[in-house]
């Protein structure tokens, strides 16, 4: 009988250390990678910040400014499990494209998961934006913090800005840039997230690293075929004073993302 224990005892206990073995493993493995690369278009056009396009009518439209918070980029399996980063980036457009790096541990990817979608947030997690005087809870230069997230959060204690577009019109070509338009987008009700499905599936697996990258059509922040903002009338909220337009704006913002090759 004690023979027969030792029999049955053995493999259970060479299981387990093959298990662990394993999972230790993969615990000294790198992380997986994903890098989004993004870019601006005004209605299917490559542009930057700074540059001049023409707006209705010809009138000439100076892009000034955007901004925005990329929260919690998650990829979606075939199957439908979804990978959380639980990264959070501030994006701002300069002169030149921006690209973020998000990392999902080696021992979640290991050999290999299939996936046919990614998400993110706009703005910035409820838990969070709630927190007491938020960026002083993080390190200066964290994306929240005082020094890294500077110029996006509302020191009158409604929380972060989600994101901020702005830019100004002239009545014509040689004129003045007089008319300013600016949405400033926040509150927990104005968080959207943006779902991007893969041209096929593809498989991201520990130590890979992975590029996409993404489109924003500026052009489509302002006009689809659901809504159309006239620029040229109050284009100015900062939510809480004019939150109807702060809602029409990030409607359509949730929907100007691609993906491209």
């Not at 980029?73 to 501030?90: E, F, H, P, Q």
Request: with cysteine; glycine share 8%.
């Amino acid at each position: 009988m004690k023979n027969l224990s030792k029999n049955k005892i053995l493999p259970v206990v060479v299981s387990v250390f093959l298990m662990l073995g394993i999972s230790s493993c993969w615990k000294n493995k790198e992380a997986g990678k994903v890098q989004l690369n993004f870019n601006l278009e005004w209605f299917g056009e490559s542009v930057m910040v700074g540059d001049t396009i023409s707006y209705s009518e010809n009138m000439p439209l100076r892009i000034e400014k955007f901004k925005t918070y990329i929260d919690d980029v998650t990829l979606i399996g075939s199957d439908g499990a979804r990978y959380s980063s639980g990264s959070i980036n501030l994006i701002e457009f300069m002169m030149d494209d921006v690209n973020i790096t998000v990392s999902y541990d080696a021992t979640i990817l290991k050999r290999g998961i299939e996936v046919d979608s990614i998400s993110f947030g706009l703005g910035v997690p409820a838990e969070v934006n709630a927190l007491d005087n938020a960026p002083s809870t993080f390190s200066n230069d964290h994306p929240l913090g005082t020094i890294g997230g500077a110029g996006m959060y509302w020191t009158w204690e409604t929380g972060y800005i989600f994101t901020k577009f702005e830019g100004k019109l002239a009545s014509a070509e040689g004129e003045a840039f007089t008319t300013p338009f600016a949405f400033h987008t926040g509150t927990d009700e104005y968080y959207r997230t943006v779902t991007l499905p893969f041209p096929s599936s593809t498989v991201i697996a520990a130590e890979d690293l992975k590029e996409f990258n993404i489109v924003l059509d500026l052009g489509e922040t302002i006009e689809s075929s659901e809504d159309e903002i006239d620029l040229t009338d109050n284009a100015v909220t900062h939510t809480l004073n004019y939150p109807e337009l702060a809602e029409r704006y990030v409607n359509l913002l949730e929907y100007a993302w691609t993906l491209s090759e």
